[in-house]
């Protein structure tokens, strides 16, 4: 009995070490849309792309950049020190928080971080497209608007602090874009 025991553990080890890892899902058709955007940000038409895909599609499915790339996000590339690290939300929250930006992890990662922030950059230009429906007063659209601008600035910065390498203008950008995260999660629901 003691035989065959170990040998079903030792077959069913063998399966766990040749199983290959979960792959990621991929990206659906707004996130596509954004990495374009992304990659066009000097266009003449940004403004107009990033209204036509603030319109398209689902608020939901947008918001999705910024989940894990296990989960359909676009990720930070090689900048994830881990498969459960590897998301825009869990970057910004790290570096304006417990883990903050080094010098050497800008230098090191800086053509991906330089990608992610660039995501960042049209998740900004994205932002004046996506006020709530519901939001018919003056005072609210006005925030929602003021919001959007702060978003603008803190993405360029951050992009700006990412090429420089500095990692003390990275890290205060991403605690001043992680506060306008806050009000605009705040005000939109």
């Not at 992890?105 to 004046?128: F, G």
């Amino acid at each position: 009995m003691r035989t065959l025991f170990l040998l079903a553990f030792a077959l069913l080890a063998v399966g766990f070490l040749d199983a290959q890892p979960a792959k990621d899902r991929p990206h659906n058709d707004a996130i596509r849309d954004i990495l374009l955007l992304a990659d066009n940000l000097d266009a003449k038409d940004c403004f107009a792309r990033a209204k036509k895909i603030a319109l398209k599609h689902d608020s939901c499915d947008i918001s999705q950049i910024f989940s894990f790339r296990f989960r359909g996000g676009a990720g930070i590339g090689s900048a994830a020190e881990s498969r459960s690290t590897n998301s825009i939300d869990w970057l910004v929250r790290g570096w304006a928080g417990t883990k903050p930006p080094t010098k050497e992890k800008l230098q090191k990662h800086q053509a991906d971080l330089i990608k992610t922030a660039r995501v960042l950059q049209a998740m900004a230009e994205l932002a004046p497209h996506r006020m709530p429906p519901h939001f018919k007063d003056d005072k609210r659209m006005e925030a929602w608007k003021i919001v959007a601008q702060d978003f603008k600035v803190q993405t360029r910065e951050l992009r700006e602090g990412i090429e420089k390498t500095d990692a003390t203008m990275v890290n205060a950008a991403a605690v001043r874009m992680l506060k306008t995260c806050t009000a605009c999660h705040n005000l939109a629901f």
